[in-house]
């Protein structure tokens, strides 16, 4: 425990992100023992068919996906979005407490260490311009920035963007979703994805739809693998 997190917990006690209770000094990350084994980490297995992940060339993928036509390599998610899981992604998401995107990172990077991924690059799903601004933070770079660090791999916060605000996907079926997000996102002029392979960061996966499109335009810009990583799943 260093100095600066000694002190800040003496005056800010730590607790767990997903029920409260109250940590030791310096305990980190910010989960506690009881949250730890309720979490229902998920086997590693493609967050979107429950295939076995296989691995070509040393790079984890799901042979499901890419026969389905979807256009990123796999997904890996490490739990399910129910319970204390969904409560505490709901309170980073709409209460701005950003300190909790570290500990929410914890089993996705974890996970993606198991799998062996490896990456050039690690880019997030940009939020909708709207709802970014009404939160006051981008939540998905939040997360993915921590994955990275975790991972060592670089992370570019201005390489993605929406172009477009679009509602919400969660109020959608799959077919209006699909719909709702179709050429919503483009790359900065700072960006340069050719030849890359990319971990990509979102914060919740539920059909796809948003990733998809995202690995589509990277695939498009000469993206060589896109592999993609959420909190958890639908």
């Known amino acids: 425990m ?9 005056f800010f006690p ?3 992100i997903y029920c409260g209770e109250f940590l030791a000094l310096g305990d980190r990350p910010l989960i506690c023992r009881r949250c730890l084994d309720l979490i229902p980490i998920s086997q590693l297995r493609c967050g979107k068919c429950g295939g076995v ?3 070509n060339n040393g790079m984890p993928e799901c042979l499901s996906c890419k026969t389905a036509g979807r256009y990123f390599d796999g997904v890996f998610a490490p739990a399910t979005y129910n319970g204390n899981v969904r409560l505490a ?3 980073y998401k709409f209460s701005a407490q950003t300190y909790m995107a570290k500990p929410l990172s914890y089993f996705t990077a974890g996970g993606l260490k198991k799998l062996g991924v490896k990456a050039d690059l690690v880019l997030s799903v940009p939020p909708d311009p709207k709802r970014r601004t009404k939160r006051g933070f ?5 997360l993915a920035k921590y994955v990275a660090s975790e991972l060592k791999i670089p ?5 993605l963007k929406k172009t477009k605000s679009t509602p ?4 959608l079926t799959k077919a209006e979703r699909l719909k709702n997000i179709k050429g919503s ?14 971990l990509l960061v979102d914060d919740i996966f539920t059909t796809g739809a948003t990733t998809s499109e995202v690995s589509k335009l990277l695939k498009k810009k000469g993206a060589k693998y896109v592999f993609v990583a959420t909190l958890a799943k639908r």
Not at 138 to 142: L, P
Not at 155 to 159: A, C, E, K, V, Y
Request: aromatic content about 16%; charged content about 15%; overall charge positive.
């Open 89 to 91: 992604i709901l309170k």
């Open 168 to 171: 919400a996907q969660s109020r």
């Open 155 to 159: 992370f570019r916060s201005d390489w």
């Open 138 to 142: 981008d939540y998905t770079g939040q």
């Open 185 to 198: 996102f483009a790359l900065t002029s700072k960006a340069n994805v050719a030849g890359l392979s990319i």
């Open 14 to 16: 730590p607790k767990c």
């Open 2 to 10: 260093n100095l600066f997190t000694s002190v800040f917990d003496l």
């Open 53 to 55: 992940i296989t691995y």
